[in-house]
């Protein structure tokens, strides 16, 4: 059985708390938060203990896990006092906000010999899950074409968002998620370029970037934060071949906390027939901090999300930026 401390109970937090609540081998026993709780959601489903300092929260030796689900801008100061103080550390995407800074948390990781998992969550959606194994098999073999939008407004949880040096704005809070899902199904990228436009405060809050690929595909991928207030939050993903094409479609309600209130198509095209794709409804946030918990308790290898895989993803997402800022193509050198 894992213990584990979770760090903030905003909307992250409250989430990773509903998926730990579901899961056998772990428990929530301390949560880090400096808000009065009130909410009956929690406090009927949580018994352990709130502590108002996150030093109270690594002195305790019960804890074998932080879960970090605090402001970007956090995350690496928050990280390196899990990792010295032995703690093993699931810590929310974007793992920070550059190449840089991913770099000295990999190293203090190291150092300490203690594991991270970064929270790239489509990789255990259901839906990108059969997208992934589709390609991995002769139902979707060599895709050349994907793709990918996820629109929403702006977070209305926190106005943190907003704010460039605090989140990166849409390209570290959305666009994150497709970046990583394409690089994790077509492999390295040769280019990308990219264009954008900034909210009034200097952050990018809608961007569209094209990756050439070292395989020769190209995808285009479409992230927003500037959606008017009755759009629908909305993801989609589309990868094809010259004979086959999965496609995805979700559109929720205005925003993505209300996730349950959606519209979903997922079909299959061949040039015989169009099906549609049945998946088993899963919680991706469970089946995504059960595997973390498993990895740590089992000492298995995490060969869905490796650290590795986290790093390129910050590597491209700093060349997208480059792209944005200098309105220019930016090659891809050796990673």
């Known amino acids: 059985m894992q213990k584990i401390g979770l760090v903030g109970l905003g909307f992250m937090g409250k989430t990773h708390l509903r998926a730990y609540d579901s899961i056998t081998n772990c428990e929530v026993t301390a949560i880090y938060t400096r808000s009065n709780v009130v909410d009956e959601d929690i406090t009927q ?6 502590v108002t300092t996150y030093d109270d929260l690594l ?10 689900c605090l402001p970007t801008y956090l995350h690496e100061e928050f990280i390196i006092k899990a990792a010295n103080a032995g703690k ?37 959606w259901p839906e990108y899950k059969k997208i992934k194994s589709y390609s991995e098999s002769d139902k979707l073999t060599n895709i050349d074409v994907v793709h990918a939008k996820r629109l929403g407004q702006k977070p209305k949880w926190s106005n943190w968002f907003q704010h460039p040096e605090k989140s990166g704005g849409a390209l570290f809070d959305l666009h994150i998620h497709d970046i990583d899902f394409v690089t994790y199904l077509l492999g390295e990228v040769d280019c990308v370029y990219a264009v954008g436009t900034k909210n009034d405060i200097g952050a990018w809050d809608h961007i569209m970037t094209t990756l050439s ?3 020769k595909s190209i995808a285009y991928v479409e992230a927003s934060h500037r959606m008017a207030m009755k759009f629908p939050f909305t993801m989609s993903f589309r990868a094809q071949s010259s004979q086959r094409i999965v496609d995805f479609h979700f559109a929720g309600a205005e925003n993505i906390e209300n996730m349950q209130a959606s519209n ?14 049945e998946v088993q409804a899963q919680d991706a946030f469970h089946n995504e901090l059960s595997y973390f918990v498993d990895c740590i308790e089992h000492k298995k290898e995490n060969t869905i999300i490796p650290l ?14 480059q792209s944005l800022e200098n309105n220019e193509k930016v090659s891809i050198p050796q990673f």
């Open 45 to 50: 489903m949580y018994n352990g203990s709130f």
């Open 213 to 215: 690929f070292k395989n």
């Open 88 to 124: 093993h550390i699931i810590c929310e995407k974007p793992l920070t906000l550059t190449v840089e800074s991913a770099k000295r948390i990999l190293d203090i990781i190291r150092k300490n010999e203690v594991r991270l998992f970064v929270g790239h969550v489509l990789r255990f």
């Open 59 to 68: 002195k305790d030796d019960a804890i074998d896990i932080v879960d970090i």
């Open 308 to 321: 590795t895989d986290v790093l390129y993803t910050q590597f491209i997402l700093q060349a997208i930026e």
């Open 264 to 277: 979903n198509q997922f079909t299959f095209y061949t040039n015989e027939k169009k099906s549609t794709l």
